[in-house]
């Protein structure tokens, strides 16, 4: 991510900025609760907040309890948006979200709010506040051409036609080999270089107030355990056979993500209910490491990490709290 300067990216008269507060963590490290918090303390000053998602499976309205997208309750009377916006049955990219959200953004800025965007999809956060190459539409015949292919056949093309990108991949990384292929082949340029084109960004039209939130990690993982234990029992089985019984393509997002496999395995008589907790609560646990280390690491140094049990707004959002 690009927008490195300070914790409030001050350089360059950001005071006359609108404001953006971003709320980044593993799952169940607390952002939601935190957000709200915050919208909360931002009303009591008399300023209108409002959430927006920036969480990957909270976008499908298909996944309202194996997402954990905050019920009424949880909103305490703060405007979310983004959430349960897409049906399970389209696909959600990066790119599609950071229009929306972008949109969303503007919108609220416009009527004088104040935006608090909170998730832990990285690649969300980075293509809103960087952009995204601008990639030509690739033409499906290339695309099929590529897809077709065996993997160690299109490694061997790509170490040939774009060797600088091959060298920079794992061989079995099927997804970007086949991309930096297609790509190579559609436009005769490297991903590499389109990527160094990013367009589309916000970080510079806005005054960022970053957290990143990443409590100890047995402490996480303990929640992650008990956050799916409560998804069985708040209706998790029932939202998964609602989707099945859509008879989508099983490589949608929607179908891979965390608990529906492990939850369908048991509606196809796979495996016990025990079996699935016990693989969802771990499919839990490994995505929150995967989320802790990447934000851990990946983020600008000067956006601030909070390593803690209780997360303050007052304390982490100061700055915040000194513009009107």
């Not at 990285?122 to 897809?147: C, K, N, S």
């Not at 100890?216 to 708040?234: E, S």
């Not at 495996?271 to 609560?281: F, I, Q």
Request: aromatic share 6%; hydrophobic share 45%.
């Amino acid at each position: 991510m690009s927008t490195e300067k300070t914790p409030e990216n001050r350089a360059g008269g950001a005071g006359s900025r609108p404001p953006l507060a971003l709320i980044a963590g593993p799952t169940a490290s607390g952002k939601s609760d935190l957000a709200v918090r915050l919208a909360l303390a931002l009303e009591r000053q008399g300023r209108r907040a409002v959430v927006v998602n920036a969480d990957s499976a909270q976008v499908y309205a298909d996944l309202a309890v194996l997402s954990a997208r905050p019920g009424i309750a949880e909103m305490r009377g703060i405007e979310h948006r983004l959430f349960g916006t897409w049906d399970g049955a389209q696909a959600c990219s990066a790119a599609d979200w950071a229009a929306t959200a972008r949109a969303e953004i503007a919108a609220l800025h416009g009527e004088g709010a104040v935006p608090i965007l909170v998730g832990g999809t990285g690649l969300y956060i980075r293509t809103l506040l960087d952009g995204i190459a601008p990639v030509p539409e690739i033409a499906p015949a290339v695309r099929q051409a590529v897809r077709a292919l065996p993997l160690a056949e299109a490694y061997a093309a790509l170490q040939r036609e774009d060797p600088e990108r091959a060298a920079g991949l794992a061989p079995a990384d099927t997804a970007r080999i086949a991309r930096s292929l297609e790509v190579i082949r559609a436009t005769g340029r490297s991903l590499r270089d389109w990527q160094a084109e990013r367009a589309g960004g916000i970080g510079g039209q806005v005054t960022l107030h970053p957290a990143i939130l990443l409590p100890g990690r047995q402490a996480l993982y303990d929640r992650c355990d008990r956050r799916f234990a409560h998804m069985l029992a708040a209706g998790a089985v029932a939202e998964v056979e609602a989707l099945l019984a859509r008879d989508l393509d099983h490589a949608l997002p929607v179908m891979r993500a965390i608990g529906v496999p492990e939850i369908a395995g048991f509606l196809r008589g796979e495996w016990p209910l025990d079996e699935a907790r016990t693989r969802g609560a771990q499919a839990t646990r490994n995505y929150a490491k995967r989320q802790f280390t990447w934000l851990r690491r990946q983020p600008p140094a000067g956006w601030p990490r909070h390593a803690t049990e209780c997360f303050d707004e007052n304390d982490i959002f100061v700055s915040l709290f000194q513009r009107k």
